[in-house]
Nanobody
Framework: QAQVRESGGGLVQPGGSLRLSCVAS????????MAWYRQVPGKERELVAS???????DYADSVKGRFTISRDNAKNTVHLQMNSLKSEDTAVYYC???????????????WGQGTQVTVSS
């Protein structure tokens, strides 16, 4: 069974930067899209950025120009570089990966446990 785990969250000041990382592990055959979502209490989880296996990216309008998503296929890792952080970026950030497990014929979305990002002065 595959597993994904995020790291890199923390407390930063407005205008600061933070880099999140997510590693997928287990009996993985292939990974399709990897993405970052975020959620605040009382609101729906929203897509922040995604990246395909070939490197095609997509971003939420609210983070365009400030966040950059990247991946290292050899390490089954995806990163989210967050610059010019604002208080409204405060949320729990979740990693999502569409994974095909070894021996399986079905792609399945796996979620990380989440990492807290707090932007405050």
């Amino acid at each position: 069974q595959a597993q994904v785990r995020e790291s890199g969250g923390g407390l930063v000041q407005p205008g600061g930067s933070l880099r999140l990382s997510c590693v997928a592990s287990g009996a993985i055959f292939s990974i399709n899209v990897m993405a970052w979502y975020r959620q605040v209490p009382g609101k729906e989880r929203e897509l922040v950025a995604s990246i395909s296996s070939l490197g095609n990216t997509d971003y939420a309008d609210s983070v365009k120009g400030r966040f950059t998503i990247s991946r290292d296929n050899a390490k089954n890792t995806v990163h989210l570089q967050m610059n010019s952080l604002k208080s409204e970026d405060t949320a729990v950030y979740y990693c999502n990966a569409e994974i095909l497990n070894q021996g399986s014929i079905t792609w399945y979305p796996y979620w990380g446990q989440g990492t807290q990002v707090t932007v405050s002065s």
